[in-house]
């Protein structure tokens, strides 16, 4: 595995605004030279929290797929004492797929079921697991409301009669 470390100063520390375009043109520096955002850490652990908040948001709005902290027992000056390290690293999907779903409901709900089906489909891949059982149920649900539509009434039963057979797909939370 090939690792390699980046380093950019930035003097501004309390300015949000300043803070985000200056680590989203950092970011998209990388992304441009071709570094695949799911290779992509950002780490949060050090600076101010306008410093911590800006790059974070920099990083949901790159579609970076990790970000992570480190915290452990504290010594002198507040820094963590070396060797007592945890590093904590998080996956960017669960933020993306909730705001992804949540697009696919709004298809849904204004009828454009198959807007709803296709979007959904373009993200399979690359979804929490969180969110599985609700992105499987909701595709299904898509697909038989929208072959429903095109009085493709067999289809559609096919699909709600998969869908009722398997219990744990109905449940809603």
Do not use: C
């Amino acid at each position: 595995m090939n690792l390699e470390y980046g380093f950019e100063e930035i003097q501004e520390m309390n300015d949000f605004e300043i803070l985000y375009k200056e680590y989203l043109g950092i970011i998209k520096k990388y992304i441009e030279q071709g570094y695949d955002r799911k290779n992509i850490i950002i780490d949060y652990t050090s600076g101010t929290k306008p410093m911590s908040v800006a790059l974070v948001t920099a990083a949901l709005a790159t579609d970076v797929s990790y970000i992570s902290y480190t915290y452990g027992i504290r010594g002198g000056g507040g820094r963590v004492k070396s060797g007592k390290e945890r590093v904590i690293t998080l996956s960017t999907t669960l933020f993306d797929t909730e705001k992804r779903l949540n697009q696919a409901k709004i298809f849904f709900n204004k009828n454009l079921f198959e807007a709803s089906e296709e979007f959904l489909s373009h993200y399979k891949d690359i979804s929490h697991p969180n969110f599985e059982w609700e992105i499987k149920f909701i595709t299904k649900l898509s697909q038989a409301l929208n072959f429903w539509d095109k009085f493709e009434f067999n289809k559609s039963f096919e699909i709600l009669n998969e869908l009722k057979k398997n219990e744990e797909m109905l449940k809603i939370a």
